[in-house]
């Protein structure tokens, strides 16, 4: 199956929450080891919820498509919840399949959001 | 007859080309052809033995056929002894062995000259022994040029310079050291020299004694040997004085509870049960070379590489990067496609058969110099074709036209 899917090239174009959120409550850094890719993530949260959440940083189709995806999905999300989030998630977000090497670069921005959300 | 060096009929030499693929990631590791596969198979279905053991005929004839291949060895890379021949797992087991061997020599503040565009197994295993050894690493760089200078390296030797450990051709750009030059400037102050020929080894033929290399690293599966077999040359009266770093069956001569004394060369560094149906592949793969011949294959590659750098040197949106000294380089290619992710090109690729690697190549300093996360790289091997690279330079194109 092709993985270049209209609605991946469109958040990979068009990314969601683009940048870094004015005096953040939570700033995380995520890397890809194999690629060196890197994504910086910031947060601001209220009220027990993610009030606002933006990302900056390199990648590839996948990954600038799955943390823009993934930033609409977790806004106004309760941390309890968004801290929860599982690779499930982001590929049933992607709607697409992936071999090994390529989840990856769709798990760094799951990794960056449970990361920085676990202590909350 | 036919022409040995006819990509059709060596195609048909390696079942996995079969499969339609463009496979353009020989840096990575190269494709096996039939006669090795066979080797490995006769061997387990024939006369399947331990080495060096047995008093009985299927062990001798497995003993023969390993020892047979560490001749064939010494012979591809013109040692003077089978003694000097260590067989490994990999270039990579070969330069750790090589680092902690050499290491035993190293006192508080030697230095050890590794260059900047190593491979990370020719950099890593330097580091853990300059700790070990409270040592020192020096960096011999490239020029403006992004080739190596061997006047750099003499503008970096100390009193306490002991070793150099350079690579033989770049996995990343295809670029070939003055090994030569390199080796007999070292040799002026007594550094020992390593080479990590993994790359320049399939390519072309190799002289220990013309390199001037001490110790010498390469391995099989990129030579259309299997995986997991390696080689490490060590000159003999350096493997005869360093103590072993494994110990283990094999490596003995006489163990008591207290101590040991070591088996002779090549023994002494080579514990255990021996990756046997490796290493006669590996053989196998060597003859399979000579047969075609390294020369030829050295200019059918080379052949193959103008083709290659030439479309990616036109190609539009594409940059590469390393020596732009065409001459100085040979079979691989990196490069970038503005505006479209490294692993993008290669997943892309991947849609229309051509398989490239993706990412940093094992040589983050080098891309970290470069400025760029990674690259996308493009590696030849004699049974590569042009239809290979018009596959590529059209897949390029296709993810231009996808993302950007």
Redesign the interface.
């Known amino acids: 199956m092709?993985?270049?899917q209209e609605e991946i090239?469109d958040h990979?174009r068009h990314p969601r929450n683009s940048g870094s959120v004015e005096n953040p409550d939570i700033i995380q850094t995520e890397r890809n080891s194999?690629?060196?890719?890197?994504l910086i993530f910031s947060f601001k949260l209220a009220d027990g919820k993610v009030a606002e959440v933006m990302f900056t940083g390199?990648?590839?189709?996948?990954s600038q498509a799955a943390a823009s995806m993934l930033t609409e999905d977790i806004t106004g999300q309760a941390i309890t919840k968004a801290k929860q989030l599982t690779p499930d998630d982001v590929i049933d977000l992607l709607g697409i399949e992936l071999g090994p090497t390529?989840l990856k670069?769709a798990l760094l921005p799951v990794q960056a959001i449970t990361k920085a959300l676990a202590d909350k | 007859m036919n022409n040995p060096l006819s990509p059709i009929s060596l195609q048909q030499d390696f079942p996995f080309l079969k499969s339609g693929v463009h496979f353009l990631d020989n840096a990575s590791t190269s494709q096996r052809p039939q006669v090795v596969i066979d080797a490995i198979t006769d061997y387990y279905t024939n006369y399947n033995a331990n080495v060096h053991r047995g008093i009985y005929s299927w062990s001798e004839q497995a003993s023969e056929a390993y020892e047979a291949t560490r001749e064939a060895v010494r012979e591809f890379i013109g040692a003077s002894s089978v003694e000097e021949i260590i067989f490994t797992s990999g270039t990579t087991h070969s330069l750790n062995l090589a680092a902690r061997l050499l290491g035993q020599d190293l006192e508080k503040d030697d230095e050890i000259i590794v260059s900047t565009i190593e491979h990370h197994s020719n950099l890593v295993p330097w580091q853990l022994v300059a700790k070990d050894r409270q040592a020192k690493l020096v960096f011999l760089d490239t020029n403006e040029d992004e080739k190596i200078d061997p006047q750099t390296l003499r503008s970096l030797i100390t009193k306490k310079t002991k070793i150099l450990s350079i690579t033989h051709t770049s996995n990343v750009t295809g670029y070939t050291l003055p090994v030569r030059e390199l080796s007999d400037i070292a040799h002026e102050f007594n550094i020992i020299v390593v080479v990590d020929a993994a790359q320049g080894a399939p390519h072309q033929p190799i002289n220990v004694q013309d390199l001037g290399a001490d110790m010498l690293a390469f391995s099989g599966h990129k030579l259309c040997g299997p995986t997991g077999v390696g080689v490490l040359y060590g000159q003999r009266d350096l493997l005869n004085r360093l103590e072993p770093v494994y110990g283990g069956g094999s490596m003995i001569d006489k163990v008591t509870l207290e101590r040991s004394t070591w088996a002779a060369l090549p023994a002494k560094h080579e514990p255990g049960t021996p990756n046997i149906a490796g290493v006669i592949g590996l053989g196998t793969a060597i003859k399979y070379l000579q047969n075609i011949g390294l020369d030829a294959i050295h200019a059918r590659v080379d052949e193959l590489y103008n083709e290659l750098w030439q479309g990616i040197q036109s190609a539009e949106g594409v940059t590469s990067f390393g020596p732009k000294d065409r001459a100085a380089r040979t079979s691989i290619v990196s490069f970038t496609v503005a505006g479209v992710?490294?692993?993008?090109v290669a997943?892309?690729l991947d849609?229309s058969q051509v398989a490239v690697r993706?990412?940093?190549h094992c040589a983050?300093p080098l891309?970290q110099k470069w400025g760029v996360?990674?690259t996308t790289r493009a590696s030849l091997y004699f049974y590569n074709t042009s239809e290979d690279i018009t596959a590529l330079l059209n897949g390029i194109k296709k993810a231009q036209q996808?993302?950007t």
Do not use: K, T
Not at chain 1, 34 to 38: F, L, R, V, Y
Not at chain 2, 341 to 344: E, G, M, R, T
């Open positions: 092709d993985i270049y090239l990979y194999s690629c060196g890719d890197e390199e990648g590839c189709a996948i390529r670069c | 992710h490294a692993h993008d997943s892309i849609e993706a990412g940093h983050q891309l996360p990674s996808l993302l």
